[in-house]
C-alpha cells in the first residue's frame, strides 16, 4: 500500500462526508471537501506517475474513487432538489449501461478493452464542474441561475453522447465475434424394440 493510494482510499471515505453534508444543508463545507476530493485526485495522479508509484491497485481504485464521489453527490444534490432529477437519472443511467456492457463483455469473455475518449473526458469534466458550481452557489448565496442551467443542458448532451459513443464502440467489438457454425453428424441409426430411434449429434465449432 503506497501513498497514492493511501490518498484515494481517504478520497473514497470522503464521500458519506460530503454526502452527509449536503443532506444537512451544510453547502459551504460540502464545498471545500469536494474541493478537496479534487485536489487528492490530482495528488495521488502526480506522485504514482512521477515517482514510480502506479500500481493495478491504484488503476482500479481511483476511477472508482472518482465515480462513487460523483455519483453520490448527484443523487443527494438531486434529491435535495438542487439538481433537476432528470439530470441525475441521465448520469446514472449512463453509468449503469456502461458498466453492464462491460461486465456482459467479461462474462462472454469477450472483453472490452477500456480506453478514456475525449467525450468521456469531456463529461467528467463538465460533471465536477457542474457539482461546484451548485455547492459553491447553495453554500455561499452567489445567484448562479444561469450559469447552472447552461452547465445542466451541457452536461446533459456530454452524458448522451459519451453513452452513445462507448455504446457504439462496444457494439462494434461485439460484433467482430462470429456465432458458432453448426455442423451435423450423423450417427448411424439404431433399431430398438419398438423401431427405429435416429440419434444425432450436433457440434458447433467457436472461430474468434
Given at each position: 500500500?503506497?501513498?497514492?493510494?493511501?490518498?484515494?482510499?481517504?478520497?473514497?471515505?470522503?464521500?458519506?462526508?460530503?454526502?452527509?453534508?449536503?443532506?444537512?444543508?451544510?453547502?459551504?463545507?460540502?464545498?471545500w471537501l469536494f474541493l478537496l476530493a479534487g485536489v487528492s485526485d490530482g495528488i495521488d495522479g502526480y506522485i504514482a506517475k512521477h515517482f514510480g508509484q502506479e500500481t493495478m491497485l491504484g488503476a482500479y481504485l481511483d476511477p472508482l474513487a472518482d465515480k462513487a464521489l460523483l455519483v453520490s453527490i448527484y443523487v443527494t444534490l438531486g434529491l435535495q432538489a438542487h439538481l433537476p432529477l432528470w439530470l441525475v437519472i441521465l448520469v446514472v443511467s449512463r453509468d449503469i449501461?456502461?458498466?453492464?456492457?462491460?461486465?456482459?463483455?467479461?462474462?462472454?469473455?469477450?472483453a472490452v478493452p477500456m480506453h478514456p475518449l475525449f467525450v468521456s473526458k469531456?463529461?467528467?469534466?463538465?460533471?465536477?464542474?457542474?457539482?461546484?458550481?451548485v455547492l459553491a452557489d447553495a453554500g455561499f448565496g452567489l445567484d448562479l441561475l444561469l450559469p447552472r442551467q447552461v452547465l445542466v443542458v451541457a452536461v446533459a448532451g456530454?452524458?448522451?453522447a459519451s453513452a452513445t459513443v462507448y455504446m457504439?464502440?462496444?457494439?462494434?467489438?461485439?460484433?467482430?465475434?462470429?456465432?458458432?457454425?453448426?455442423?451435423?453428424?450423423?450417427?448411424?441409426?439404431?433399431?430398438?424394440?419398438?423401431?427405429?430411434?435416429?440419434?444425432?449429434?450436433?457440434r458447433g465449432t467457436q472461430r474468434p
Open positions: 500500500m503506497n501513498i497514492p493510494n493511501l490518498i484515494t482510499i481517504g478520497r473514497i471515505f470522503l464521500v458519506p462526508v460530503v454526502v452527509w453534508l449536503i443532506s444537512i444543508d451544510q453547502m459551504a463545507l460540502a464545498f449501461l456502461i458498466i453492464s456492457a462491460v461486465i456482459l463483455s467479461w462474462m462472454l469473455d469477450r469531456a463529461n467528467t469534466t463538465g460533471q465536477i464542474v457542474l457539482a461546484a458550481l456530454l452524458t448522451v457504439v464502440g462496444w457494439l462494434e467489438h461485439m460484433a467482430r465475434y462470429e456465432e458458432p457454425s453448426p455442423q451435423r453428424n450423423k450417427e448411424p441409426a439404431r433399431r430398438g424394440d419398438s423401431g427405429d430411434l435416429g440419434s444425432r449429434g450436433t
